[in-house]
């Protein structure tokens, strides 16, 4: 997760183990059952297909694989997912439900011979007795991210793989997963890696502010642009364009983006001619943007041009196994001496931590050891929830000013996390709301790593 500093996870994880021990899976490291669905009635009778990974898409839309003429059926109506623990059929906001089993699901467990119900259609669920090998990086590391899990080192081969190429990248993942650092390592690991890696939250300003952030303006554009601007897509000439919470991005902008990806050329605001530009784009989510193109939120022919190559960086409770190096990760971004750090490489301690839900993934987990650090005491997860609501801990023997600055920046932290929390993340709503300025309010949940 998105720190330099450099550990040997080796230390940490023997290489020489097998991966299911690792995370405790039977099977090949990487491996997951094969499966095969089957349309049974109505429009999807006559109809299959068989997995040859651990993802299997059903819809309307021809680039599914598995395609139902069926009027009732979304263009991305639902998966099937595989992983070491089972097989998952998961709704993707379709706009009349699934069924499974007779029961409407959102997400749920699969087992031989279970009956699915979309739309008109009705399909049965197989398993085979044959794995598909996923692909897995023999790194431990790559650029900023850390992890030795088997789930970790499959995102890591498909990171390896995007650096390569030049195509366009699509990072998936819940908030606090690493998606910038993801990005950024791509970038740093790409024959574009000397040139410009710029950073655009979509989800930060409003959609005139955007458009200028993105393409740039001339002096005269729109009031108050009294001067020339350099948008990003110029100012990372031969390099990479982070769009980070892409799904933010509004309805009138998401065709000039289509340009820029299919015709590689931009126009500033208050300019007529289109210029050419030498970019590759890396977009971020933590949306189902297929869900949103159901919904008719996100336009169907910029998710595929954006989804050249899609990666999914899995949420810290789909690696737990992973704590420990994580740990150590942040000992060493602390800085912290072997005696402070000492109670946080306790065994007990590590196994609560992998007990924990972590909900704001690594990110959340990097915060608690911080606060761990700053109570000097290795608190608990309840714990530390339980000190953030019920008020400040003060240490006495810290001199008043110290002591002071900590319970300051505490109240920030739980502030701005709350703050985000209320309004879903849009910065620039929580900026009004609060009533401060947008761009101090960035500064300070850059300084709390709550935003990057």
Known sequence: MGLDDEIDVSELVDSRRPATELIGVRGKPGAVRRFRVVGVAGPATGKSVASSADRCSI???????????????????????????????????????TELDGVPVVKAGLREGSIV???????RFH???????????????????VGASVAMRAAFALLERAAESDATVLIEGETGTGKEGAAESIHRQSPRAEAPFIVVDCSA????????????????????????????????D????FLDEIGELPPDLQPKLLRVLERKEIRRLGQNQYRPVNVR?????????????????????????????????????????????????FIGAMGLDPVAAA?????????????AAWPGNVRELRNHLERCVVLQQPLSVSEADETRGDGFTIDPRRSYSEAKRLVLDEFERRYLEGLLALHGGNVSKAAREAGMDRVYLYKLLHRHGLRS
């Open 238 to 241: 031969r390099g990479t364009v």
């Open 343 to 355: 109670p946080l490489r306790a065994p007990d301690f590590l196994q609560q931590l992998a007990r």
């Open 117 to 123: 119900k979309i739309g008109h259609s009705t399909l």
């Open 127 to 145: 398993l085979a007795a044959e794995q598909n090998v996923l692909p897995l990086s023999s790194r431990t590391r790559f650029g900023t991210l």
């Open 205 to 236: 300003m409003p959609a005139a502010l955007l458009e200028s952030e993105l393409f740039g303006h001339e002096k005269g554009a729109f009031t108050g642009a009294s001067a020339r601007r350099i948008g990003a897509f110029e100012e990372a």
């Open 59 to 97: 819809g309307s839309h021809a680039s599914n694989d598995l395609v139902l003429e069926d009027a009732a059926v979304s263009r991305f109506h639902c998966e099937v997912r595989a992983d070491g623990r089972g097989h998952w059929l998961v709704d993707q906001d379709s706009s009349n439900g």
């Open 281 to 329: 784009v890396v977009a971020a989510t933590n949306r189902d943007l297929r869900a949103q193109v159901n919904s008719g939120a996100f336009r169907s022919d910029l998710y595929f041009r954006l989804a050249v190559v899609q990666i999914p960086l899995p949420s810290l409770r789909e690696r737990l196994d992973d704590v420990p190096v994580l740990v150590e990760h």
